[in-house]
């Protein structure tokens, strides 16, 4: 998977700097940009992407779990870091 993402992001890098470098050469390129997200190769409009049923409620159930998981770790680690006096908060008594 990742060998197959990192082709894919050296060809777009290769096609991207060939087509928007300004010194061509001899030969000039007339590129034309065009996001095939949107439109197709004829310039058609493509219809509206399928909407994710309870995509927030998705989102929420797998954010927040790790969220409160990373905050366990945090805490925990920094508990034993106090412990063993390797950071340990200065306590200053600012009464001014």
Do not use: E, Q
């Given at each position: 998977?990742?060998?197959?993402?990192?082709?894919?992001?050296?060809?777009?890098?290769?096609?991207?700097?060939?087509?928007?470098?300004?010194?061509?050469?001899?030969?000039?390129?007339?590129?034309?940009?065009?996001?095939?997200?949107?439109?197709?190769?004829?310039?058609?409009?493509?219809?509206?992407?399928?909407?994710v049923p309870l995509g927030l409620t998705r989102m929420?159930?797998?954010?927040?779990?790790?969220?409160?998981?990373?905050?366990?770790?945090?805490?925990?680690?920094?508990?034993l870091l106090e412990e063993?006096?390797?950071?340990?908060?200065?306590?200053?008594?600012?009464?001014?």
């Open positions: 998977m990742a060998s197959l993402a990192g082709r894919l992001s050296r060809a777009f890098f290769i096609r991207t700097t060939a087509t928007l470098s300004r010194n061509t050469g001899p030969k000039s390129v007339n590129a034309t940009f065009s996001r095939t997200a949107v439109s197709t190769t004829s310039g058609a409009v493509l219809p509206k992407p399928v909407k929420t159930i797998v954010v927040v779990p790790f969220l409160y998981v990373g905050n366990l770790i945090s805490k925990h680690f920094a508990a063993h006096d390797i950071f340990v908060p200065d306590d200053d008594d600012d009464d001014d």
